[in-house]
C-alpha cells in the first residue's frame, strides 16, 4: 500500500496553503507541505521529501539513508570476504589427491 | 542521492541475498520447512515480484502476503456504496485509480461510470478539493481509501475546505488501521509466522511503537522496510538476523523516512479530524473491532455517509453482501491460502474477470502472482 | 481557385451545426479549411490514382485505417493531426509497404475553434510531405457539443508492397533479435500531463514521427527482418504479446537495455504506472535474424527517427508465456498484456 | 479460431474505457465483436491485397472516405453500419468504380452496449456481401462519455474504375438529361421522425442501398453516361448545385417530375423543410447525354434500387444561377444551395 | 378531401391569373403604375415566391411583404436576451428554428449553442413541457415567438404547467398583435398601398373583426387569405375587385378555416395568461404601442423575464441595441423600400452572412427574394 | 407568419390533457386538441383540423372548403368562356379582308 516517491521541494508555490512545487526525476507536481511544515516553509525548499498522494510526508533523512547505504556496503564487502574464505575452502576440499602430485 | 537508484543496484542485491541465504541455511530452513515471514504492506508484495525477489531469495524463505492493501479489504458492500454515491445526479465521484476496477455486487465504478456517473480518477484528495472549487453547483465526493499513510491527505483536506468554507466537497471514508488487522492475525491459532516485514510509509507516520505488542506480547520481530529491493532484501536479513539471535524485536530498516515517533502534523490532523468507528467491515475478515475511522461530529458535514445517509450513515442500517461464492480471498489475505491454491486463480478469476478484489488490485497477492508470473513461470 | 487572393466566406470563428449541414457553410468550410490546403485533385469525392509501382507483377497493395482521439488536441511534439498522418503512415511502412496515398475524414464537435482546425490541417500537410505521401481525398462530420471531443481524425492509408517482401510477426523465429528504434513512452507520459488533470509538468515531448525513412534504411541494410510493428496503444508489452502469439514463439526482454528517460521513470513511479504500457507513436519494434541484428541497429541509428535504437530482447522458442523480463537483478518476471487502461494509483 | 466453439472471454455487456486500453480487454472486445465476423486475412495491422483488374493498363485506383455519425444508431429501413458501408460504396460507384475493400474504423463512446455493435457488425457484413465489397482492415476507439455519441463509423473504400471510364460533375454538357434512381428524402425524413424529439411517428424507411449493381447496368446501357452522384447530405438540392458549378452548366428541375413519397412531403409541410435539401444515402442522379437518356432510364428501372428512376431535369448552357426549378405552375425558381441546416419551423 | 392538393391545381391557377390580369387591366394597372397589395404575413410572402406568383401575376400587381414575420420583427436586443437565459448554467433554452440563426449583437442561439449553452429546437411547446417534466432539476425556458396564432399555443402550455405544479417551466415571451403595426403602417404618410391580403391563420384564431377598422377608417380593402397558391391569387382577385367596384370590405377567401369570430377557447387562454404590454419593440420600427403581450400576475412565475431578471424584468431597465449599420430592415419591413434595393442585400447581408432578420428567416422579404430568385433569376 | 397544415383526428390520446393522435398525409403526431375541444372529444375524431405547433388550432369546414372550390371551378369556366369570346373576336379581326373571299 501507500505509493512513495522521494522529490526534491524547488520553490513555495503558495506559502498561504501550505503549498510548493517538488521535482521528481524531472517531472514537477504541487503539493502539500503541510505535514512537514514544522518549520518556516523556505526552508524546505531543496529538501528531499517522500511524497505520497500529493503531500510532503516525510523529510528524508540524508544520514540515516547514508548510514544504510554504507551497512550495504561494509555486509557486501563482507560476504565477499566469505565468499572468498568459501572458495578457498572448495579449492582445497576441490583439489583431487593426483593432482598434488603435479605440484 | 536521489533516494531512489541507490537502492536498486544490482551489485549490492547479490551480496544481500548471500547473507540471507547463509542466514537461512544457518537456521535450517528448507523448502519443506520455510521460514515464514509475512510483508505486511501490499506495496511490498509489489515490490517482491515487480523484482523478482521471492524467486531469487533461498528457498528456505517464504513470504506470506498481508492485509496491507486498502483495495483488496475493501467489501463489496462498500464498492456498492461508493457506485450508489457516484450515480446520484449532480455528483462527480473522484477516486485513486485503484478503486475503479474493483467489482461490486453488480458493478465495478468503471461500469457505473460507463453507464453515466460522473466518476474521475484523481492522483490527489487535493485535486478533489479544487474541482469542488472549480464546479460550485455540483458535490463532489472523494473515495478515501487507505492506511494510515493516507489518512492524513484526506484529514487536511477537509481541514482546508472547511477553512474555505466550501459546502460541496465531502468524503467516502474508508480509512483503516494497520494494528488491529495484524492483532486479529496473531491471535489465530492456525497462524504460524516466524516474523514481519513492517509498512514503511505507515510506519513514516504513526512511528514504530504501534507494533511494539508484536515483539512484547506475541514474541516475534518485525522490521519496518522501505520499498526498494535492497530495502526489502535488508529487512528479510534482519528479521533472519534476530531470529537466529533468538530476539524479538521491533527494529527500523528505513530510517532515512520513519521516525520512531511518526510525523506529528499528520497525527494530529488524523486526530482532529477522525474518530474510530466502533468496527469496520473488511473483505474476508468481517467486521474488526476499532480498525476503521469515521469523521467527527465537528467534520460531519463533510463526511458522505451522512450527508446523503449512505453505508454506515444509512438510517436503516448497512446491508451485508457475501463475499462471491468460490472467493478464497479471506484466506489469502490472512496468510492461509496461498494464491495459487485457491479453486478460482486463473479459472474464474483473472485480472480481466476478478472474483475478488486480490486479483484486481496490482498490489493484490492474486494479480501479483498473476501478472509477475509467481505461478505461471513456475508452471512453466 | 487561388486560396491566397479568394476572399474569405468563413465568417464563423468557431463551429456550428450549420457547417455540417450539407450546405453553403458546409462547402465554405470545407474549401477553406481542408480542400484549399489539401489540394485534392479534381472535383469528385473519390480520388482516382495511378502509380507504375502498384502494377508491378508480385506487388501488393497495402491498406490500413485509424482512428485518432487524444486529449488535448495539441501537446507537446505534435497534434492529432501529426498522430493522424504518422500513425497510419507508420502501419503501412512496418508492414513493409511504401505509403503513398491517404484519406483523412474528419468529425468535429459543435464549438471547436475554426484556427484550431487550420493548424491541425496544417500540420497533417507537413507531416505527409515528410512522410512522402499525399492526403487525396477527405470528409467533414460536425456532431454536436457533447457528441464528440473537439476533433476525431480518421486515415486510411494505401501503399505498395513490393514483390518479394513479407513482413510479419508470424515470420518471427526462435533467435531472433528484438531491437526498437528509440526511448519508449514518451507519447504516453507527454499526452498523462498534458491534460493537466494530474496537474503534473515534464519537460518530454511526444514520440510522434513517421516511420517511412527508417524502415527503408531498415529493410536495405538487414533485408531478412523477419518483422516490424509500431508500438503504439497498450506500449511495447501488449504489442510483444500480440506478436509473440501470432509467431508462436516466446520474447525474453532485457530490463537493464531498456531506454527509458528519467522523466518518464519519473511520471510512471509517482502515477505507480509501468513504462511498458505507455503509448509510443513514433516508436517501432523489430524482429531481425542475429545475423543482421548489427546491420539492422546501425542502419536505424543512421536515420533521425532511430538515433536511439537499441536492442532490447530476444525471441525464444514456444512456450506458455509469450513475453518475460529478464530483471536487472536476474530474476525473471511475466510481462503480460494489459487489462484494461492503466489508471494512476496509490497502491 | 473458431469463432462458433471459442468461449467468449467478453463478459461486459457495455463498453468501458478498458476496451480502449489497448490491453486484453479491448482484444477481447475486437476479436470477438468485429475480427471474428468481418475474417480480415493475417494477424497484420494492414490488409495485403492483389486484383488483377488493377494491374490492368489504363486502369485507376479510386479511394474514398466517409465518416458515418447519425442518431439514432438503427432507424427503420437501416442502421449505421449499413448506413457506412452503402455510403463508400456509393462514393466509388458513382465514380465509375468497381468497389473493391473497404476499411471500418470505430469510434465508440464508453456505456455502449455490446450487443449493438454486435448487430452493426453484422449489418455491415450483410450490406458488404450484397454490394460485393470485402471488409478487410479496421480499428476501434473507445472514447469517454460525453466525449460521443454511440458509435462513429469511418468507412474508406478502394475500387478499380476500368480504362477509359471517366465519369464526373466536369464533364456534364449543356442538353444532357437528370435522372434520379428513386424517390427523395425518405433517409432525412426517416432519421427526423426517429430521434423522437419531434414526436412524429411515420411509416418511412431510409432508402440506405449500394448502387454498384444499380451503376454497373446504367454504364453498360448508356456508356455515355457523364457523372453521377449520390445526393446525400444537403439533399439533391446541394448535390446538384455542387455538379452544376464545377460543370459550368445550369440545371432546371421540373417541380411536377420530382419523385416524392406523400409522408416525407407531410413531414415537410409540417415541419416548414424543403425535400429537396433532405438526405439520400441509395439515391443518385445521373446526368446522361439525351440520346442515352431512355437507355439508362430503362437499366436503372430493371434494377432493384432503380424501380421509381425517373427524369427530373436537364443541364442547360452556363448561367449566373446554377440550379432553378420549373414550378407546377410554370413559375421558375432558384434551388439554392442549403445556407446551414434544416430547423423546423413555424413561419 | 384533404385540402392541400385541391388548392394547387395548375389549371385552376391559370384560370386566376387570367381574370386577375383582366382585372388589372380593366383598372389600368401596368409595370410603371402598379396596384400595391400587400401580403401582412411572411407565410403569405414565402408561398409567393415558392410558386413563383410575383412572377405569373400579371406585371401591374406589385406585393408588397409585410410585418408579418414574428423573426424578422424582433430586435436584437431581444435575441441578446435570449441568449443571456440560455447561457444561464442549469438552462435547456427551447426554440422555434426560425430563431437559431438570428443574429444578436455579438452571436446567434446557433453560436452560443456551439460555445456550450443548451439550446434545443422543438417543434411545439408542448415539447418544452415535455422536456421540463422528464428534466426536473433544469430549468427549461421556452422562446414564446408568434403572433396571434401561437399566442395561444404558449398560453395553454403555461395553464397546463400550472395545473401540473411544474415549477422549472417558464416562456421567455415575445408575442406580438397584428392590428397595431398595420395601425401604425397605414398611418404612414408615405405609404401607398392599394389593398391587403390578410394573415390566415392569426385570422383563425381573433376572426376577422380587428380589421374593420382598415377598411372604416383608412378605406383599404382586406381580404383574410389562405396559404395555398389558389387562396392567395384568388384573394388578390378579390382585392382587385373590390378595387373595381369601389368598395373596402373586410372579406373573407379562407372561411374553411377562419371563422367571423376566431376561436373562443384560444382567445380566452390568451386573455387568462396575457395581457398588453405598454410597449414593445420591433426592429426597424422601434417601440410600439400596446403591441406586444406579458404576463399577467397569476402567471409570473412562468414569466422568464421576471424571473431571471432579464429584458423587461431587468431592475435597471432593458439596454436598446441599435439595429446594424447599413440594414434597411425597417424600410424593407414596412414596405418603403425593396429588399434588392437594400444597399447591403447580396453585399454584406446574404442568407449565409445575414445582417438583418429579413434575410435569415425563409419568411422574411429579403431571404425569399434570394433564395426564390425574385431578385437572381431576373438579374441573369 | 404561422405554418399550418390540416390534418385528420384519428385518435384521442389523453383525454385528460385533452390530447389527440393527428394524421397529416401518412404522418401521426399527437397534439392538442384543447383549441376545438368545445364538443365531447370523441366527435372529434375523424374530424380534419388545422394543426400549428402542435395545437389543432381550427376544424375544417368541409362545406366552405367545398365552395371555395365550386367558386373557383366556376370562375374556371368564366374565363374559358371569356378567353373563347376574345379569341373569336381576335379571330375576326386577325382575318384579313382576302380570306373572306375565301368563305
Ligand atoms: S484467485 Fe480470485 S477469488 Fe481466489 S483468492 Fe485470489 S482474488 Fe480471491
Ligand atoms: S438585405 Fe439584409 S440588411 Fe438589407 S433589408 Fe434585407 S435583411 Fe436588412
Ligand atoms: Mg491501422
Ligand atoms: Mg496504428
Ligand atoms: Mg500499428
Ligand atoms: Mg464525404
Ligand atoms: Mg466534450
Ligand atoms: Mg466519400
Ligand atoms: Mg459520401
Ligand atoms: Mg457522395
Ligand atoms: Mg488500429
Ligand atoms: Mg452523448
Known amino acids: ?103 | 542521492m536521489r533516494y531512489v537508484e541507490e537502492f536498486r543496484d544490482p551489485t549490492q542485491a547479490r551480496a544481500l541475498l548471500k547473507a540471507i541465504g547463509r542466514s537461512a541455511e544457518a537456521l535450517g530452513a528448507s523448502r519443506a520447512a520455510p521460514i515464514r515471514i509475512m510483508e505486511i504492506c501490499g506495496g511490498h508484495t509489489h515490490s517482491i515480484f515487480r523484482y523478482g525477489l521471492d524467486k531469487l531469495v533461498h528457498e528456505g524463505i517464504e513470504f506470506i502476503h498481508g492485509p496491507g492493501c486498502p483495495v483488496c479489504v475493501l467489501p463489496r458492500s462498500r464498492v456498492d456504496e461508493a457506485v450508489t454515491l457516484a450515480e446520484r445526479p449532480g455528483v462527480i465521484f473522484t477516486t485513486f485509480g485503484d478503486a475503479m476496477r474493483v467489482p461490486g455486487t453488480s458493478r465495478s465504478l468503471l461500469q457505473a461510470k460507463a453507464q453515466g456517473a460522473d466518476v474521475r480518477t484523481v492522483y490527489s484528495p487535493l485535486d478533489a478539493l479544487e474541482l469542488a472549487r472549480r464546479h460550485p453547483d455540483r458535490e463532489v465526493i472523494f473515495f478515501g481509501l487507505g492506511f494510515e499513510t493516507t489518512t492524513p491527505s484526506t484529514a487536511l483536506s477537509v481541514q482546508q475546505a472547511a477553512a474555505e468554507g466550501l459546502t460541496n466537497f465531502c468524503v467516502f471514508v474508508n480509512h483503516i488501521t494497520v494494528p488491529p488487522p495484524l492483532k486479529a492475525l496473531l491471535d489465530d491459532p492456525h497462524m504460524l509466522l516466524d516474523g514481519f516485514v513492517g509498512p514503511g510509509h505507515v510506519s513514516m507516520v504513526i512511528g514504530t511503537h504501534p507494533y511494539d505488542f508484536i515483539a512484547r506480547d506475541y514474541g516475534k520481530p518485525l522490521v519496518v522496510a522501505g520499498f526498494e529491493p535492497l530495502d526489502l532484501l535488508q529487512s528479510v536479513l534482519m528479521v533472519l538476523e534476530q531470529i537466529r539471535e533468538g530476539r524479538a524485536e521491533i527494529e527500523n530498516q528505513y530510517a532515512r523516512v520513519v521516525p520512531e515517533h511518526g510525523n506529528p502534523v499528520s497525527l494530529a490532523a488524523i486526530e482532529a479530524v477522525y474518530e474510530p468507528r466502533p468496527s469496520f467491515e473488511w473483505r474476508g475478515l468481517g467486521e474488526i473491532d476499532a480498525s476503521g475511522l469515521r469523521m467527527r461530529e465537528a467534520f460531519r458535514a463533510f463526511d458522505a455517509e451522512a450527508r446523503f445517509q449512505v453505508g454506515y450513515g444509512a438510517p436503516q442500517g448497512r446491508a451485508q453482501v457475501p463475499d462471491p461464492e468460490g472467493c478464497a480471498c479471506g484466506q489469502v489475505m490472512t496468510g492461509r491460502m496461498k494464491p495459487t491454491a485457491c479453486p478460482q486463480f486463473g479459472r474464474g478469476c483473472t485480472p480481466d474477470t476478478p472474483l475478488g478484489a486480490l486479483m484486481v488490485s496490482s498490489e493484490g497477492a492474486c494479480a501479483a502472482y498473476w501478472t509477475y508470473g509467481g505461478a505461471r513461470v513456475a508452471a512453466e | 481557385m487561388n486560396a491566397a487572393t479568394k476572399p474569405s466566406r468563413l465568417r464563423d470563428t468557431h463551429v456550428t451545426l450549420s457547417h455540417g449541414g450539407g450546405g453553403r457553410a458546409m462547402r465554405d468550410l470545407i474549401e477553406e479549411v481542408f480542400t484549399d490546403v489539401f489540394r485534392p485533385e479534381g472535383d469528385e469525392d473519390q480520388a482516382r490514382l495511378t502509380d507504375a509501382a502498384l502494377a508491378t507483377p508480385g506487388a501488393r497493395l497495402a491498406f490500413t485505417t485509424d482512428s485518432f482521439v487524444v486529449t488535448p488536441l495539441e501537446f507537446p511534439g505534435g497534434d492529432i493531426g501529426k498522430l493522424a498522418v504518422c500513425g497510419t503512415v507508420n502501419d503501412l511502412a512496418v508492414g513493409g509497404a511504401r505509403p503513398l496515398w491517404l484519406s483523412a475524414a474528419f468529425i468535429i464537435e459543435e464549438g471547436t475553434e475554426i484556427a484550431l482546425l487550420r493548424r491541425i490541417v496544417a500540420s497533417m500537410v507537413r507531416e505527409a510531405e515528410a512522410a512522402g505521401v499525399r492526403i487525396v481525398t477527405g470528409d467533414t462530420k460536425v456532431v454536436g457539443r457533447g457528441s464528440g471531443d473537439g476533433v476525431f481524425i480518421t486515415t486510411s492509408g494505401v501503399g505498395v508492397i513490393p514483390a518479394g517482401r513479407d513482413l510479419g510477426a508470424a515470420q518471427i523465429r526462435d533467435g531472433d533479435v528484438a531491437l526498437v528504434n528509440g526511448v519508449l513512452g514518451d507519447h504516453g507520459a507527454t499526452i498523462l500531463a498534458a491534460r493537466g488533470d494530474l496537474a503534473l509538468s515534464t519537460p518530454l515531448e511526444s514520440d510522434c514521427q513517421s516511420l517511412t525513412h527508417l524502415m527503408e534504411a531498415v529493410l536495405a541494410a538487414a533485408p531478412g527482418t523477419h518483422a516490424a510493428r509500431d508500438a503504439t496503444r497498450g506500449g511495447l508489452a501488449s504489442t510483444l504479446n500480440e506478436m509473440a502469439e501470432a509467431a508462436g514463439v516466446t520474447v525474453e526482454l532485457d530490463e537493464a537495455a531498456l531506454p527509458l528517460r528519467t522523466e518518464v521513470k519519473g511520471l510512471c513511479e509517482i502515477l505507480g504506472l509501468d513504462p511498458l504500457y505507455l503509448a509510443n507513436e513514433g516508436t517501432l519494434v523489430l524482429f531481425v535474424p542475429e545475423a543482421e541484428a548489427e546491420a539492422a541497429l546501425a542502419a536505424m541509428r543512421a536515420t533521425p527517427a532511430g538515433r536511439d535504437a537499441t536492442i532490447v530482447g530476444r525471441a525464444g522458442p514456444r512456450g506458455s508465456v509469450p513475453v518475460t523480463m529478464r530483471t536487472a537483478f536476474g530474476g525473471q518476471r511475466i510481462v503480460d498484456m494489459l487489462v484494461g487502461e492503466q489508471l494512476p494509483r496509490i497502491c
Open chain 1, 1 to 103: 500500500m501507500c505509493l512513495g516517491i522521494p522529490g526534491q521541494i524547488i520553490a513555495i508555490s503558495d506559502p498561504a496553503r501550505q503549498m510548493g512545487l517538488a521535482e521528481i526525476s524531472g517531472v514537477r507536481r504541487e503539493v502539500s507541505l503541510a505535514p512537514v511544515a514544522d518549520r518556516p516553509l523556505h526552508r524546505l525548499v531543496g529538501e528531499w521529501v517522500l511524497i505520497h498522494v500529493g503531500f510532503a510526508m516525510a523529510i528524508i533523512d540524508e544520514a540515516e539513508a547514508a548510514a544504510t547505504l554504507e551497512a550495504l556496503r561494509e555486509l557486501g564487502e563482507a560476504q565477499e570476504a566469505l565468499d572468498q574464505m568459501a572458495e578457498g575452502d572448495r579449492a582445497l576440499a576441490a583439489s583431487p589427491a593426483p593432482a598434488e602430485g603435479a605440484v
